[in-house]
C-alpha cells in the first residue's frame, strides 16, 4: 500500500523560503512521477510542479523562478513566498506524467504553509 507524508510546512513573512518535503513508502517512486499541488479555502486543488523520471520539471506559471522540485526525498524548495501562495501544499503520484488533479493516483495529507504580508 503506497503511502505519501508530507512535511515542512510552516509560517512565514512574505519573501521567506520554505523547504516541503514527500517521503513514499511501499513505491519505488523514483522510477516514476511525482508532482506538487495546493489548494487555498475556497479555491479548488491547482497544480504547483511535477517531476519525471527523467528529472524533467514542470511548473505552474504562478510559481517559475521561485520554486523548485526535486528528487529523492521528493522536495519543493520554495522561495519569495506570498501571501497568495498560503494554502495547503499536496504531494501527490501522477500517471500519466501531466500535471493535473485528474491524474493525481495518490495523495499525501497535505501540509500547510501560510505566507503573511
Known amino acids: 500500500q503506497l503511502q505519501l507524508v508530507e512535511s515542512g510546512g510552516g509560517s512565514v513573512e512574505s519573501g521567506g523560503s520554505l523547504k516541503l518535503s514527500c517521503v513514499a513508502s511501499?513505491?519505488?517512486?523514483?522510477?516514476?512521477?511525482m508532482g506538487w499541488f495546493r489548494q487555498a479555502p475556497g479555491k479548488e486543488r491547482e497544480r504547483v510542479a511535477d517531476?519525471?523520471?527523467d528529472d524533467k520539471t514542470t511548473y505552474a506559471d504562478s510559481v517559475k523562478g521561485r520554486f523548485t522540485i526535486s528528487k529523492n526525498t521528493v522536495y519543493l524548495q520554495m522561495n519569495s513566498l506570498k501571501p497568495e501562495d498560503t494554502a495547503m501544499y499536496y504531494c501527490?503520484?501522477?500517471?500519466?506524467?501531466?500535471?493535473?488533479?485528474?491524474?493525481?493516483?495518490?495523495w499525501g495529507q497535505g501540509t500547510q504553509v501560510t505566507a503573511s504580508s
Open positions: 501527490a503520484v501522477l500517471q500519466p506524467c501531466s500535471l493535473q488533479v485528474k491524474y493525481a493516483t495518490y
Open positions: 517531476i519525471d523520471r
Open positions: 511501499g513505491y519505488g517512486y523514483s522510477s516514476n512521477c
